[in-house]
Every structure is written in structure tokens, then in C-alpha cells.
């Protein structure tokens, strides 16, 4: 399954953004999800993680504000971000589970 992440940009602290991740491929359906990201000078980290039955799993730091859903008939997985502060500043990757890395969207939150 290849990724393609996108809707990264710039906005400003208190804004929302929503990021795309279209795959290709016909095991969309069963697989599950992470959005993950990577600000500078720091570890790649998991925010938020979905399994083929739609359950969802958060990063303390962003539960509340972002919500991750898919569509299946899309084979596209979504992260919506709400209330963005300057530290959610970060590359983000989705990934499929027991996928390969794919191409990132930078997210840039200014204050």
C-alpha cells in the first residue's frame, strides 16, 4: 500500500488544518492507521492511531483537539486538527501498521 500524505500548511495558534492520506491499494479496508510526526530536534511520535472498526487511539498532548477518521470507500484516512498551538509544529506521516514510511506534510503553527 503506498501513502501519500497532504494539507499540510501554514496557520496561525488556534486555527485548524486537515490532513489527508490517500493510499492506494485493495487492503485499505483491513488495515489500520497512524498519523504520526516529527518536530525538529526531536523523536517521531505516534498522535493518533485507528483500527479497521473505526476504534480510535490518541496522543495525551492531542486528545480533545484532533479527531483521526477514515473512509474506506476513499481509502483515505484523515486527521483533523482543531485549537493548533506552536508545539504541534511537526512533519506528519501517516502509516499504514506493518507498513513503510511515506512521504510527510509539514505542519507549521505560528503564534
Known amino acids: 500500500v503506498q501513502l501519500q500524505a497532504s494539507g499540510g500548511g501554514l496557520v496561525q495558534a488556534g486555527g485548524s488544518l486537515r490532513l489527508s492520506c490517500a493510499a492506494s491499494?485493495?487492503?485499505?479496508?483491513?488495515?489500520?492507521f497512524g498519523w504520526y510526526r516529527q518536530a525538529p530536534g526531536k523523536q517521531r511520535e505516534l498522535v493518533a492511531s485507528?483500527?479497521?472498526?473505526?476504534?480510535?487511539v490518541y496522543a495525551d498532548s492531542v486528545k480533545g483537539r484532533f479527531t483521526i477518521s477514515r473512509d474506506n470507500a476513499k481509502n483515505t484516512v484523515y486527521l483533523q486538527m482543531n485549537s493548533l498551538k506552536p508545539e504541534d509544529t511537526a512533519v506528519y506521516y501517516c502509516?499504514?501498521?506493518?507498513?513503510?514510511w511515506g512521504q510527510g506534510t509539514l505542519v507549521t503553527v505560528s503564534s
Open positions: 502509516k499504514m501498521v506493518g507498513g513503510s
Open positions: 491499494g485493495s487492503t485499505f479496508s483491513i488495515n489500520a
Open positions: 485507528i483500527s479497521k472498526s473505526a476504534s480510535t
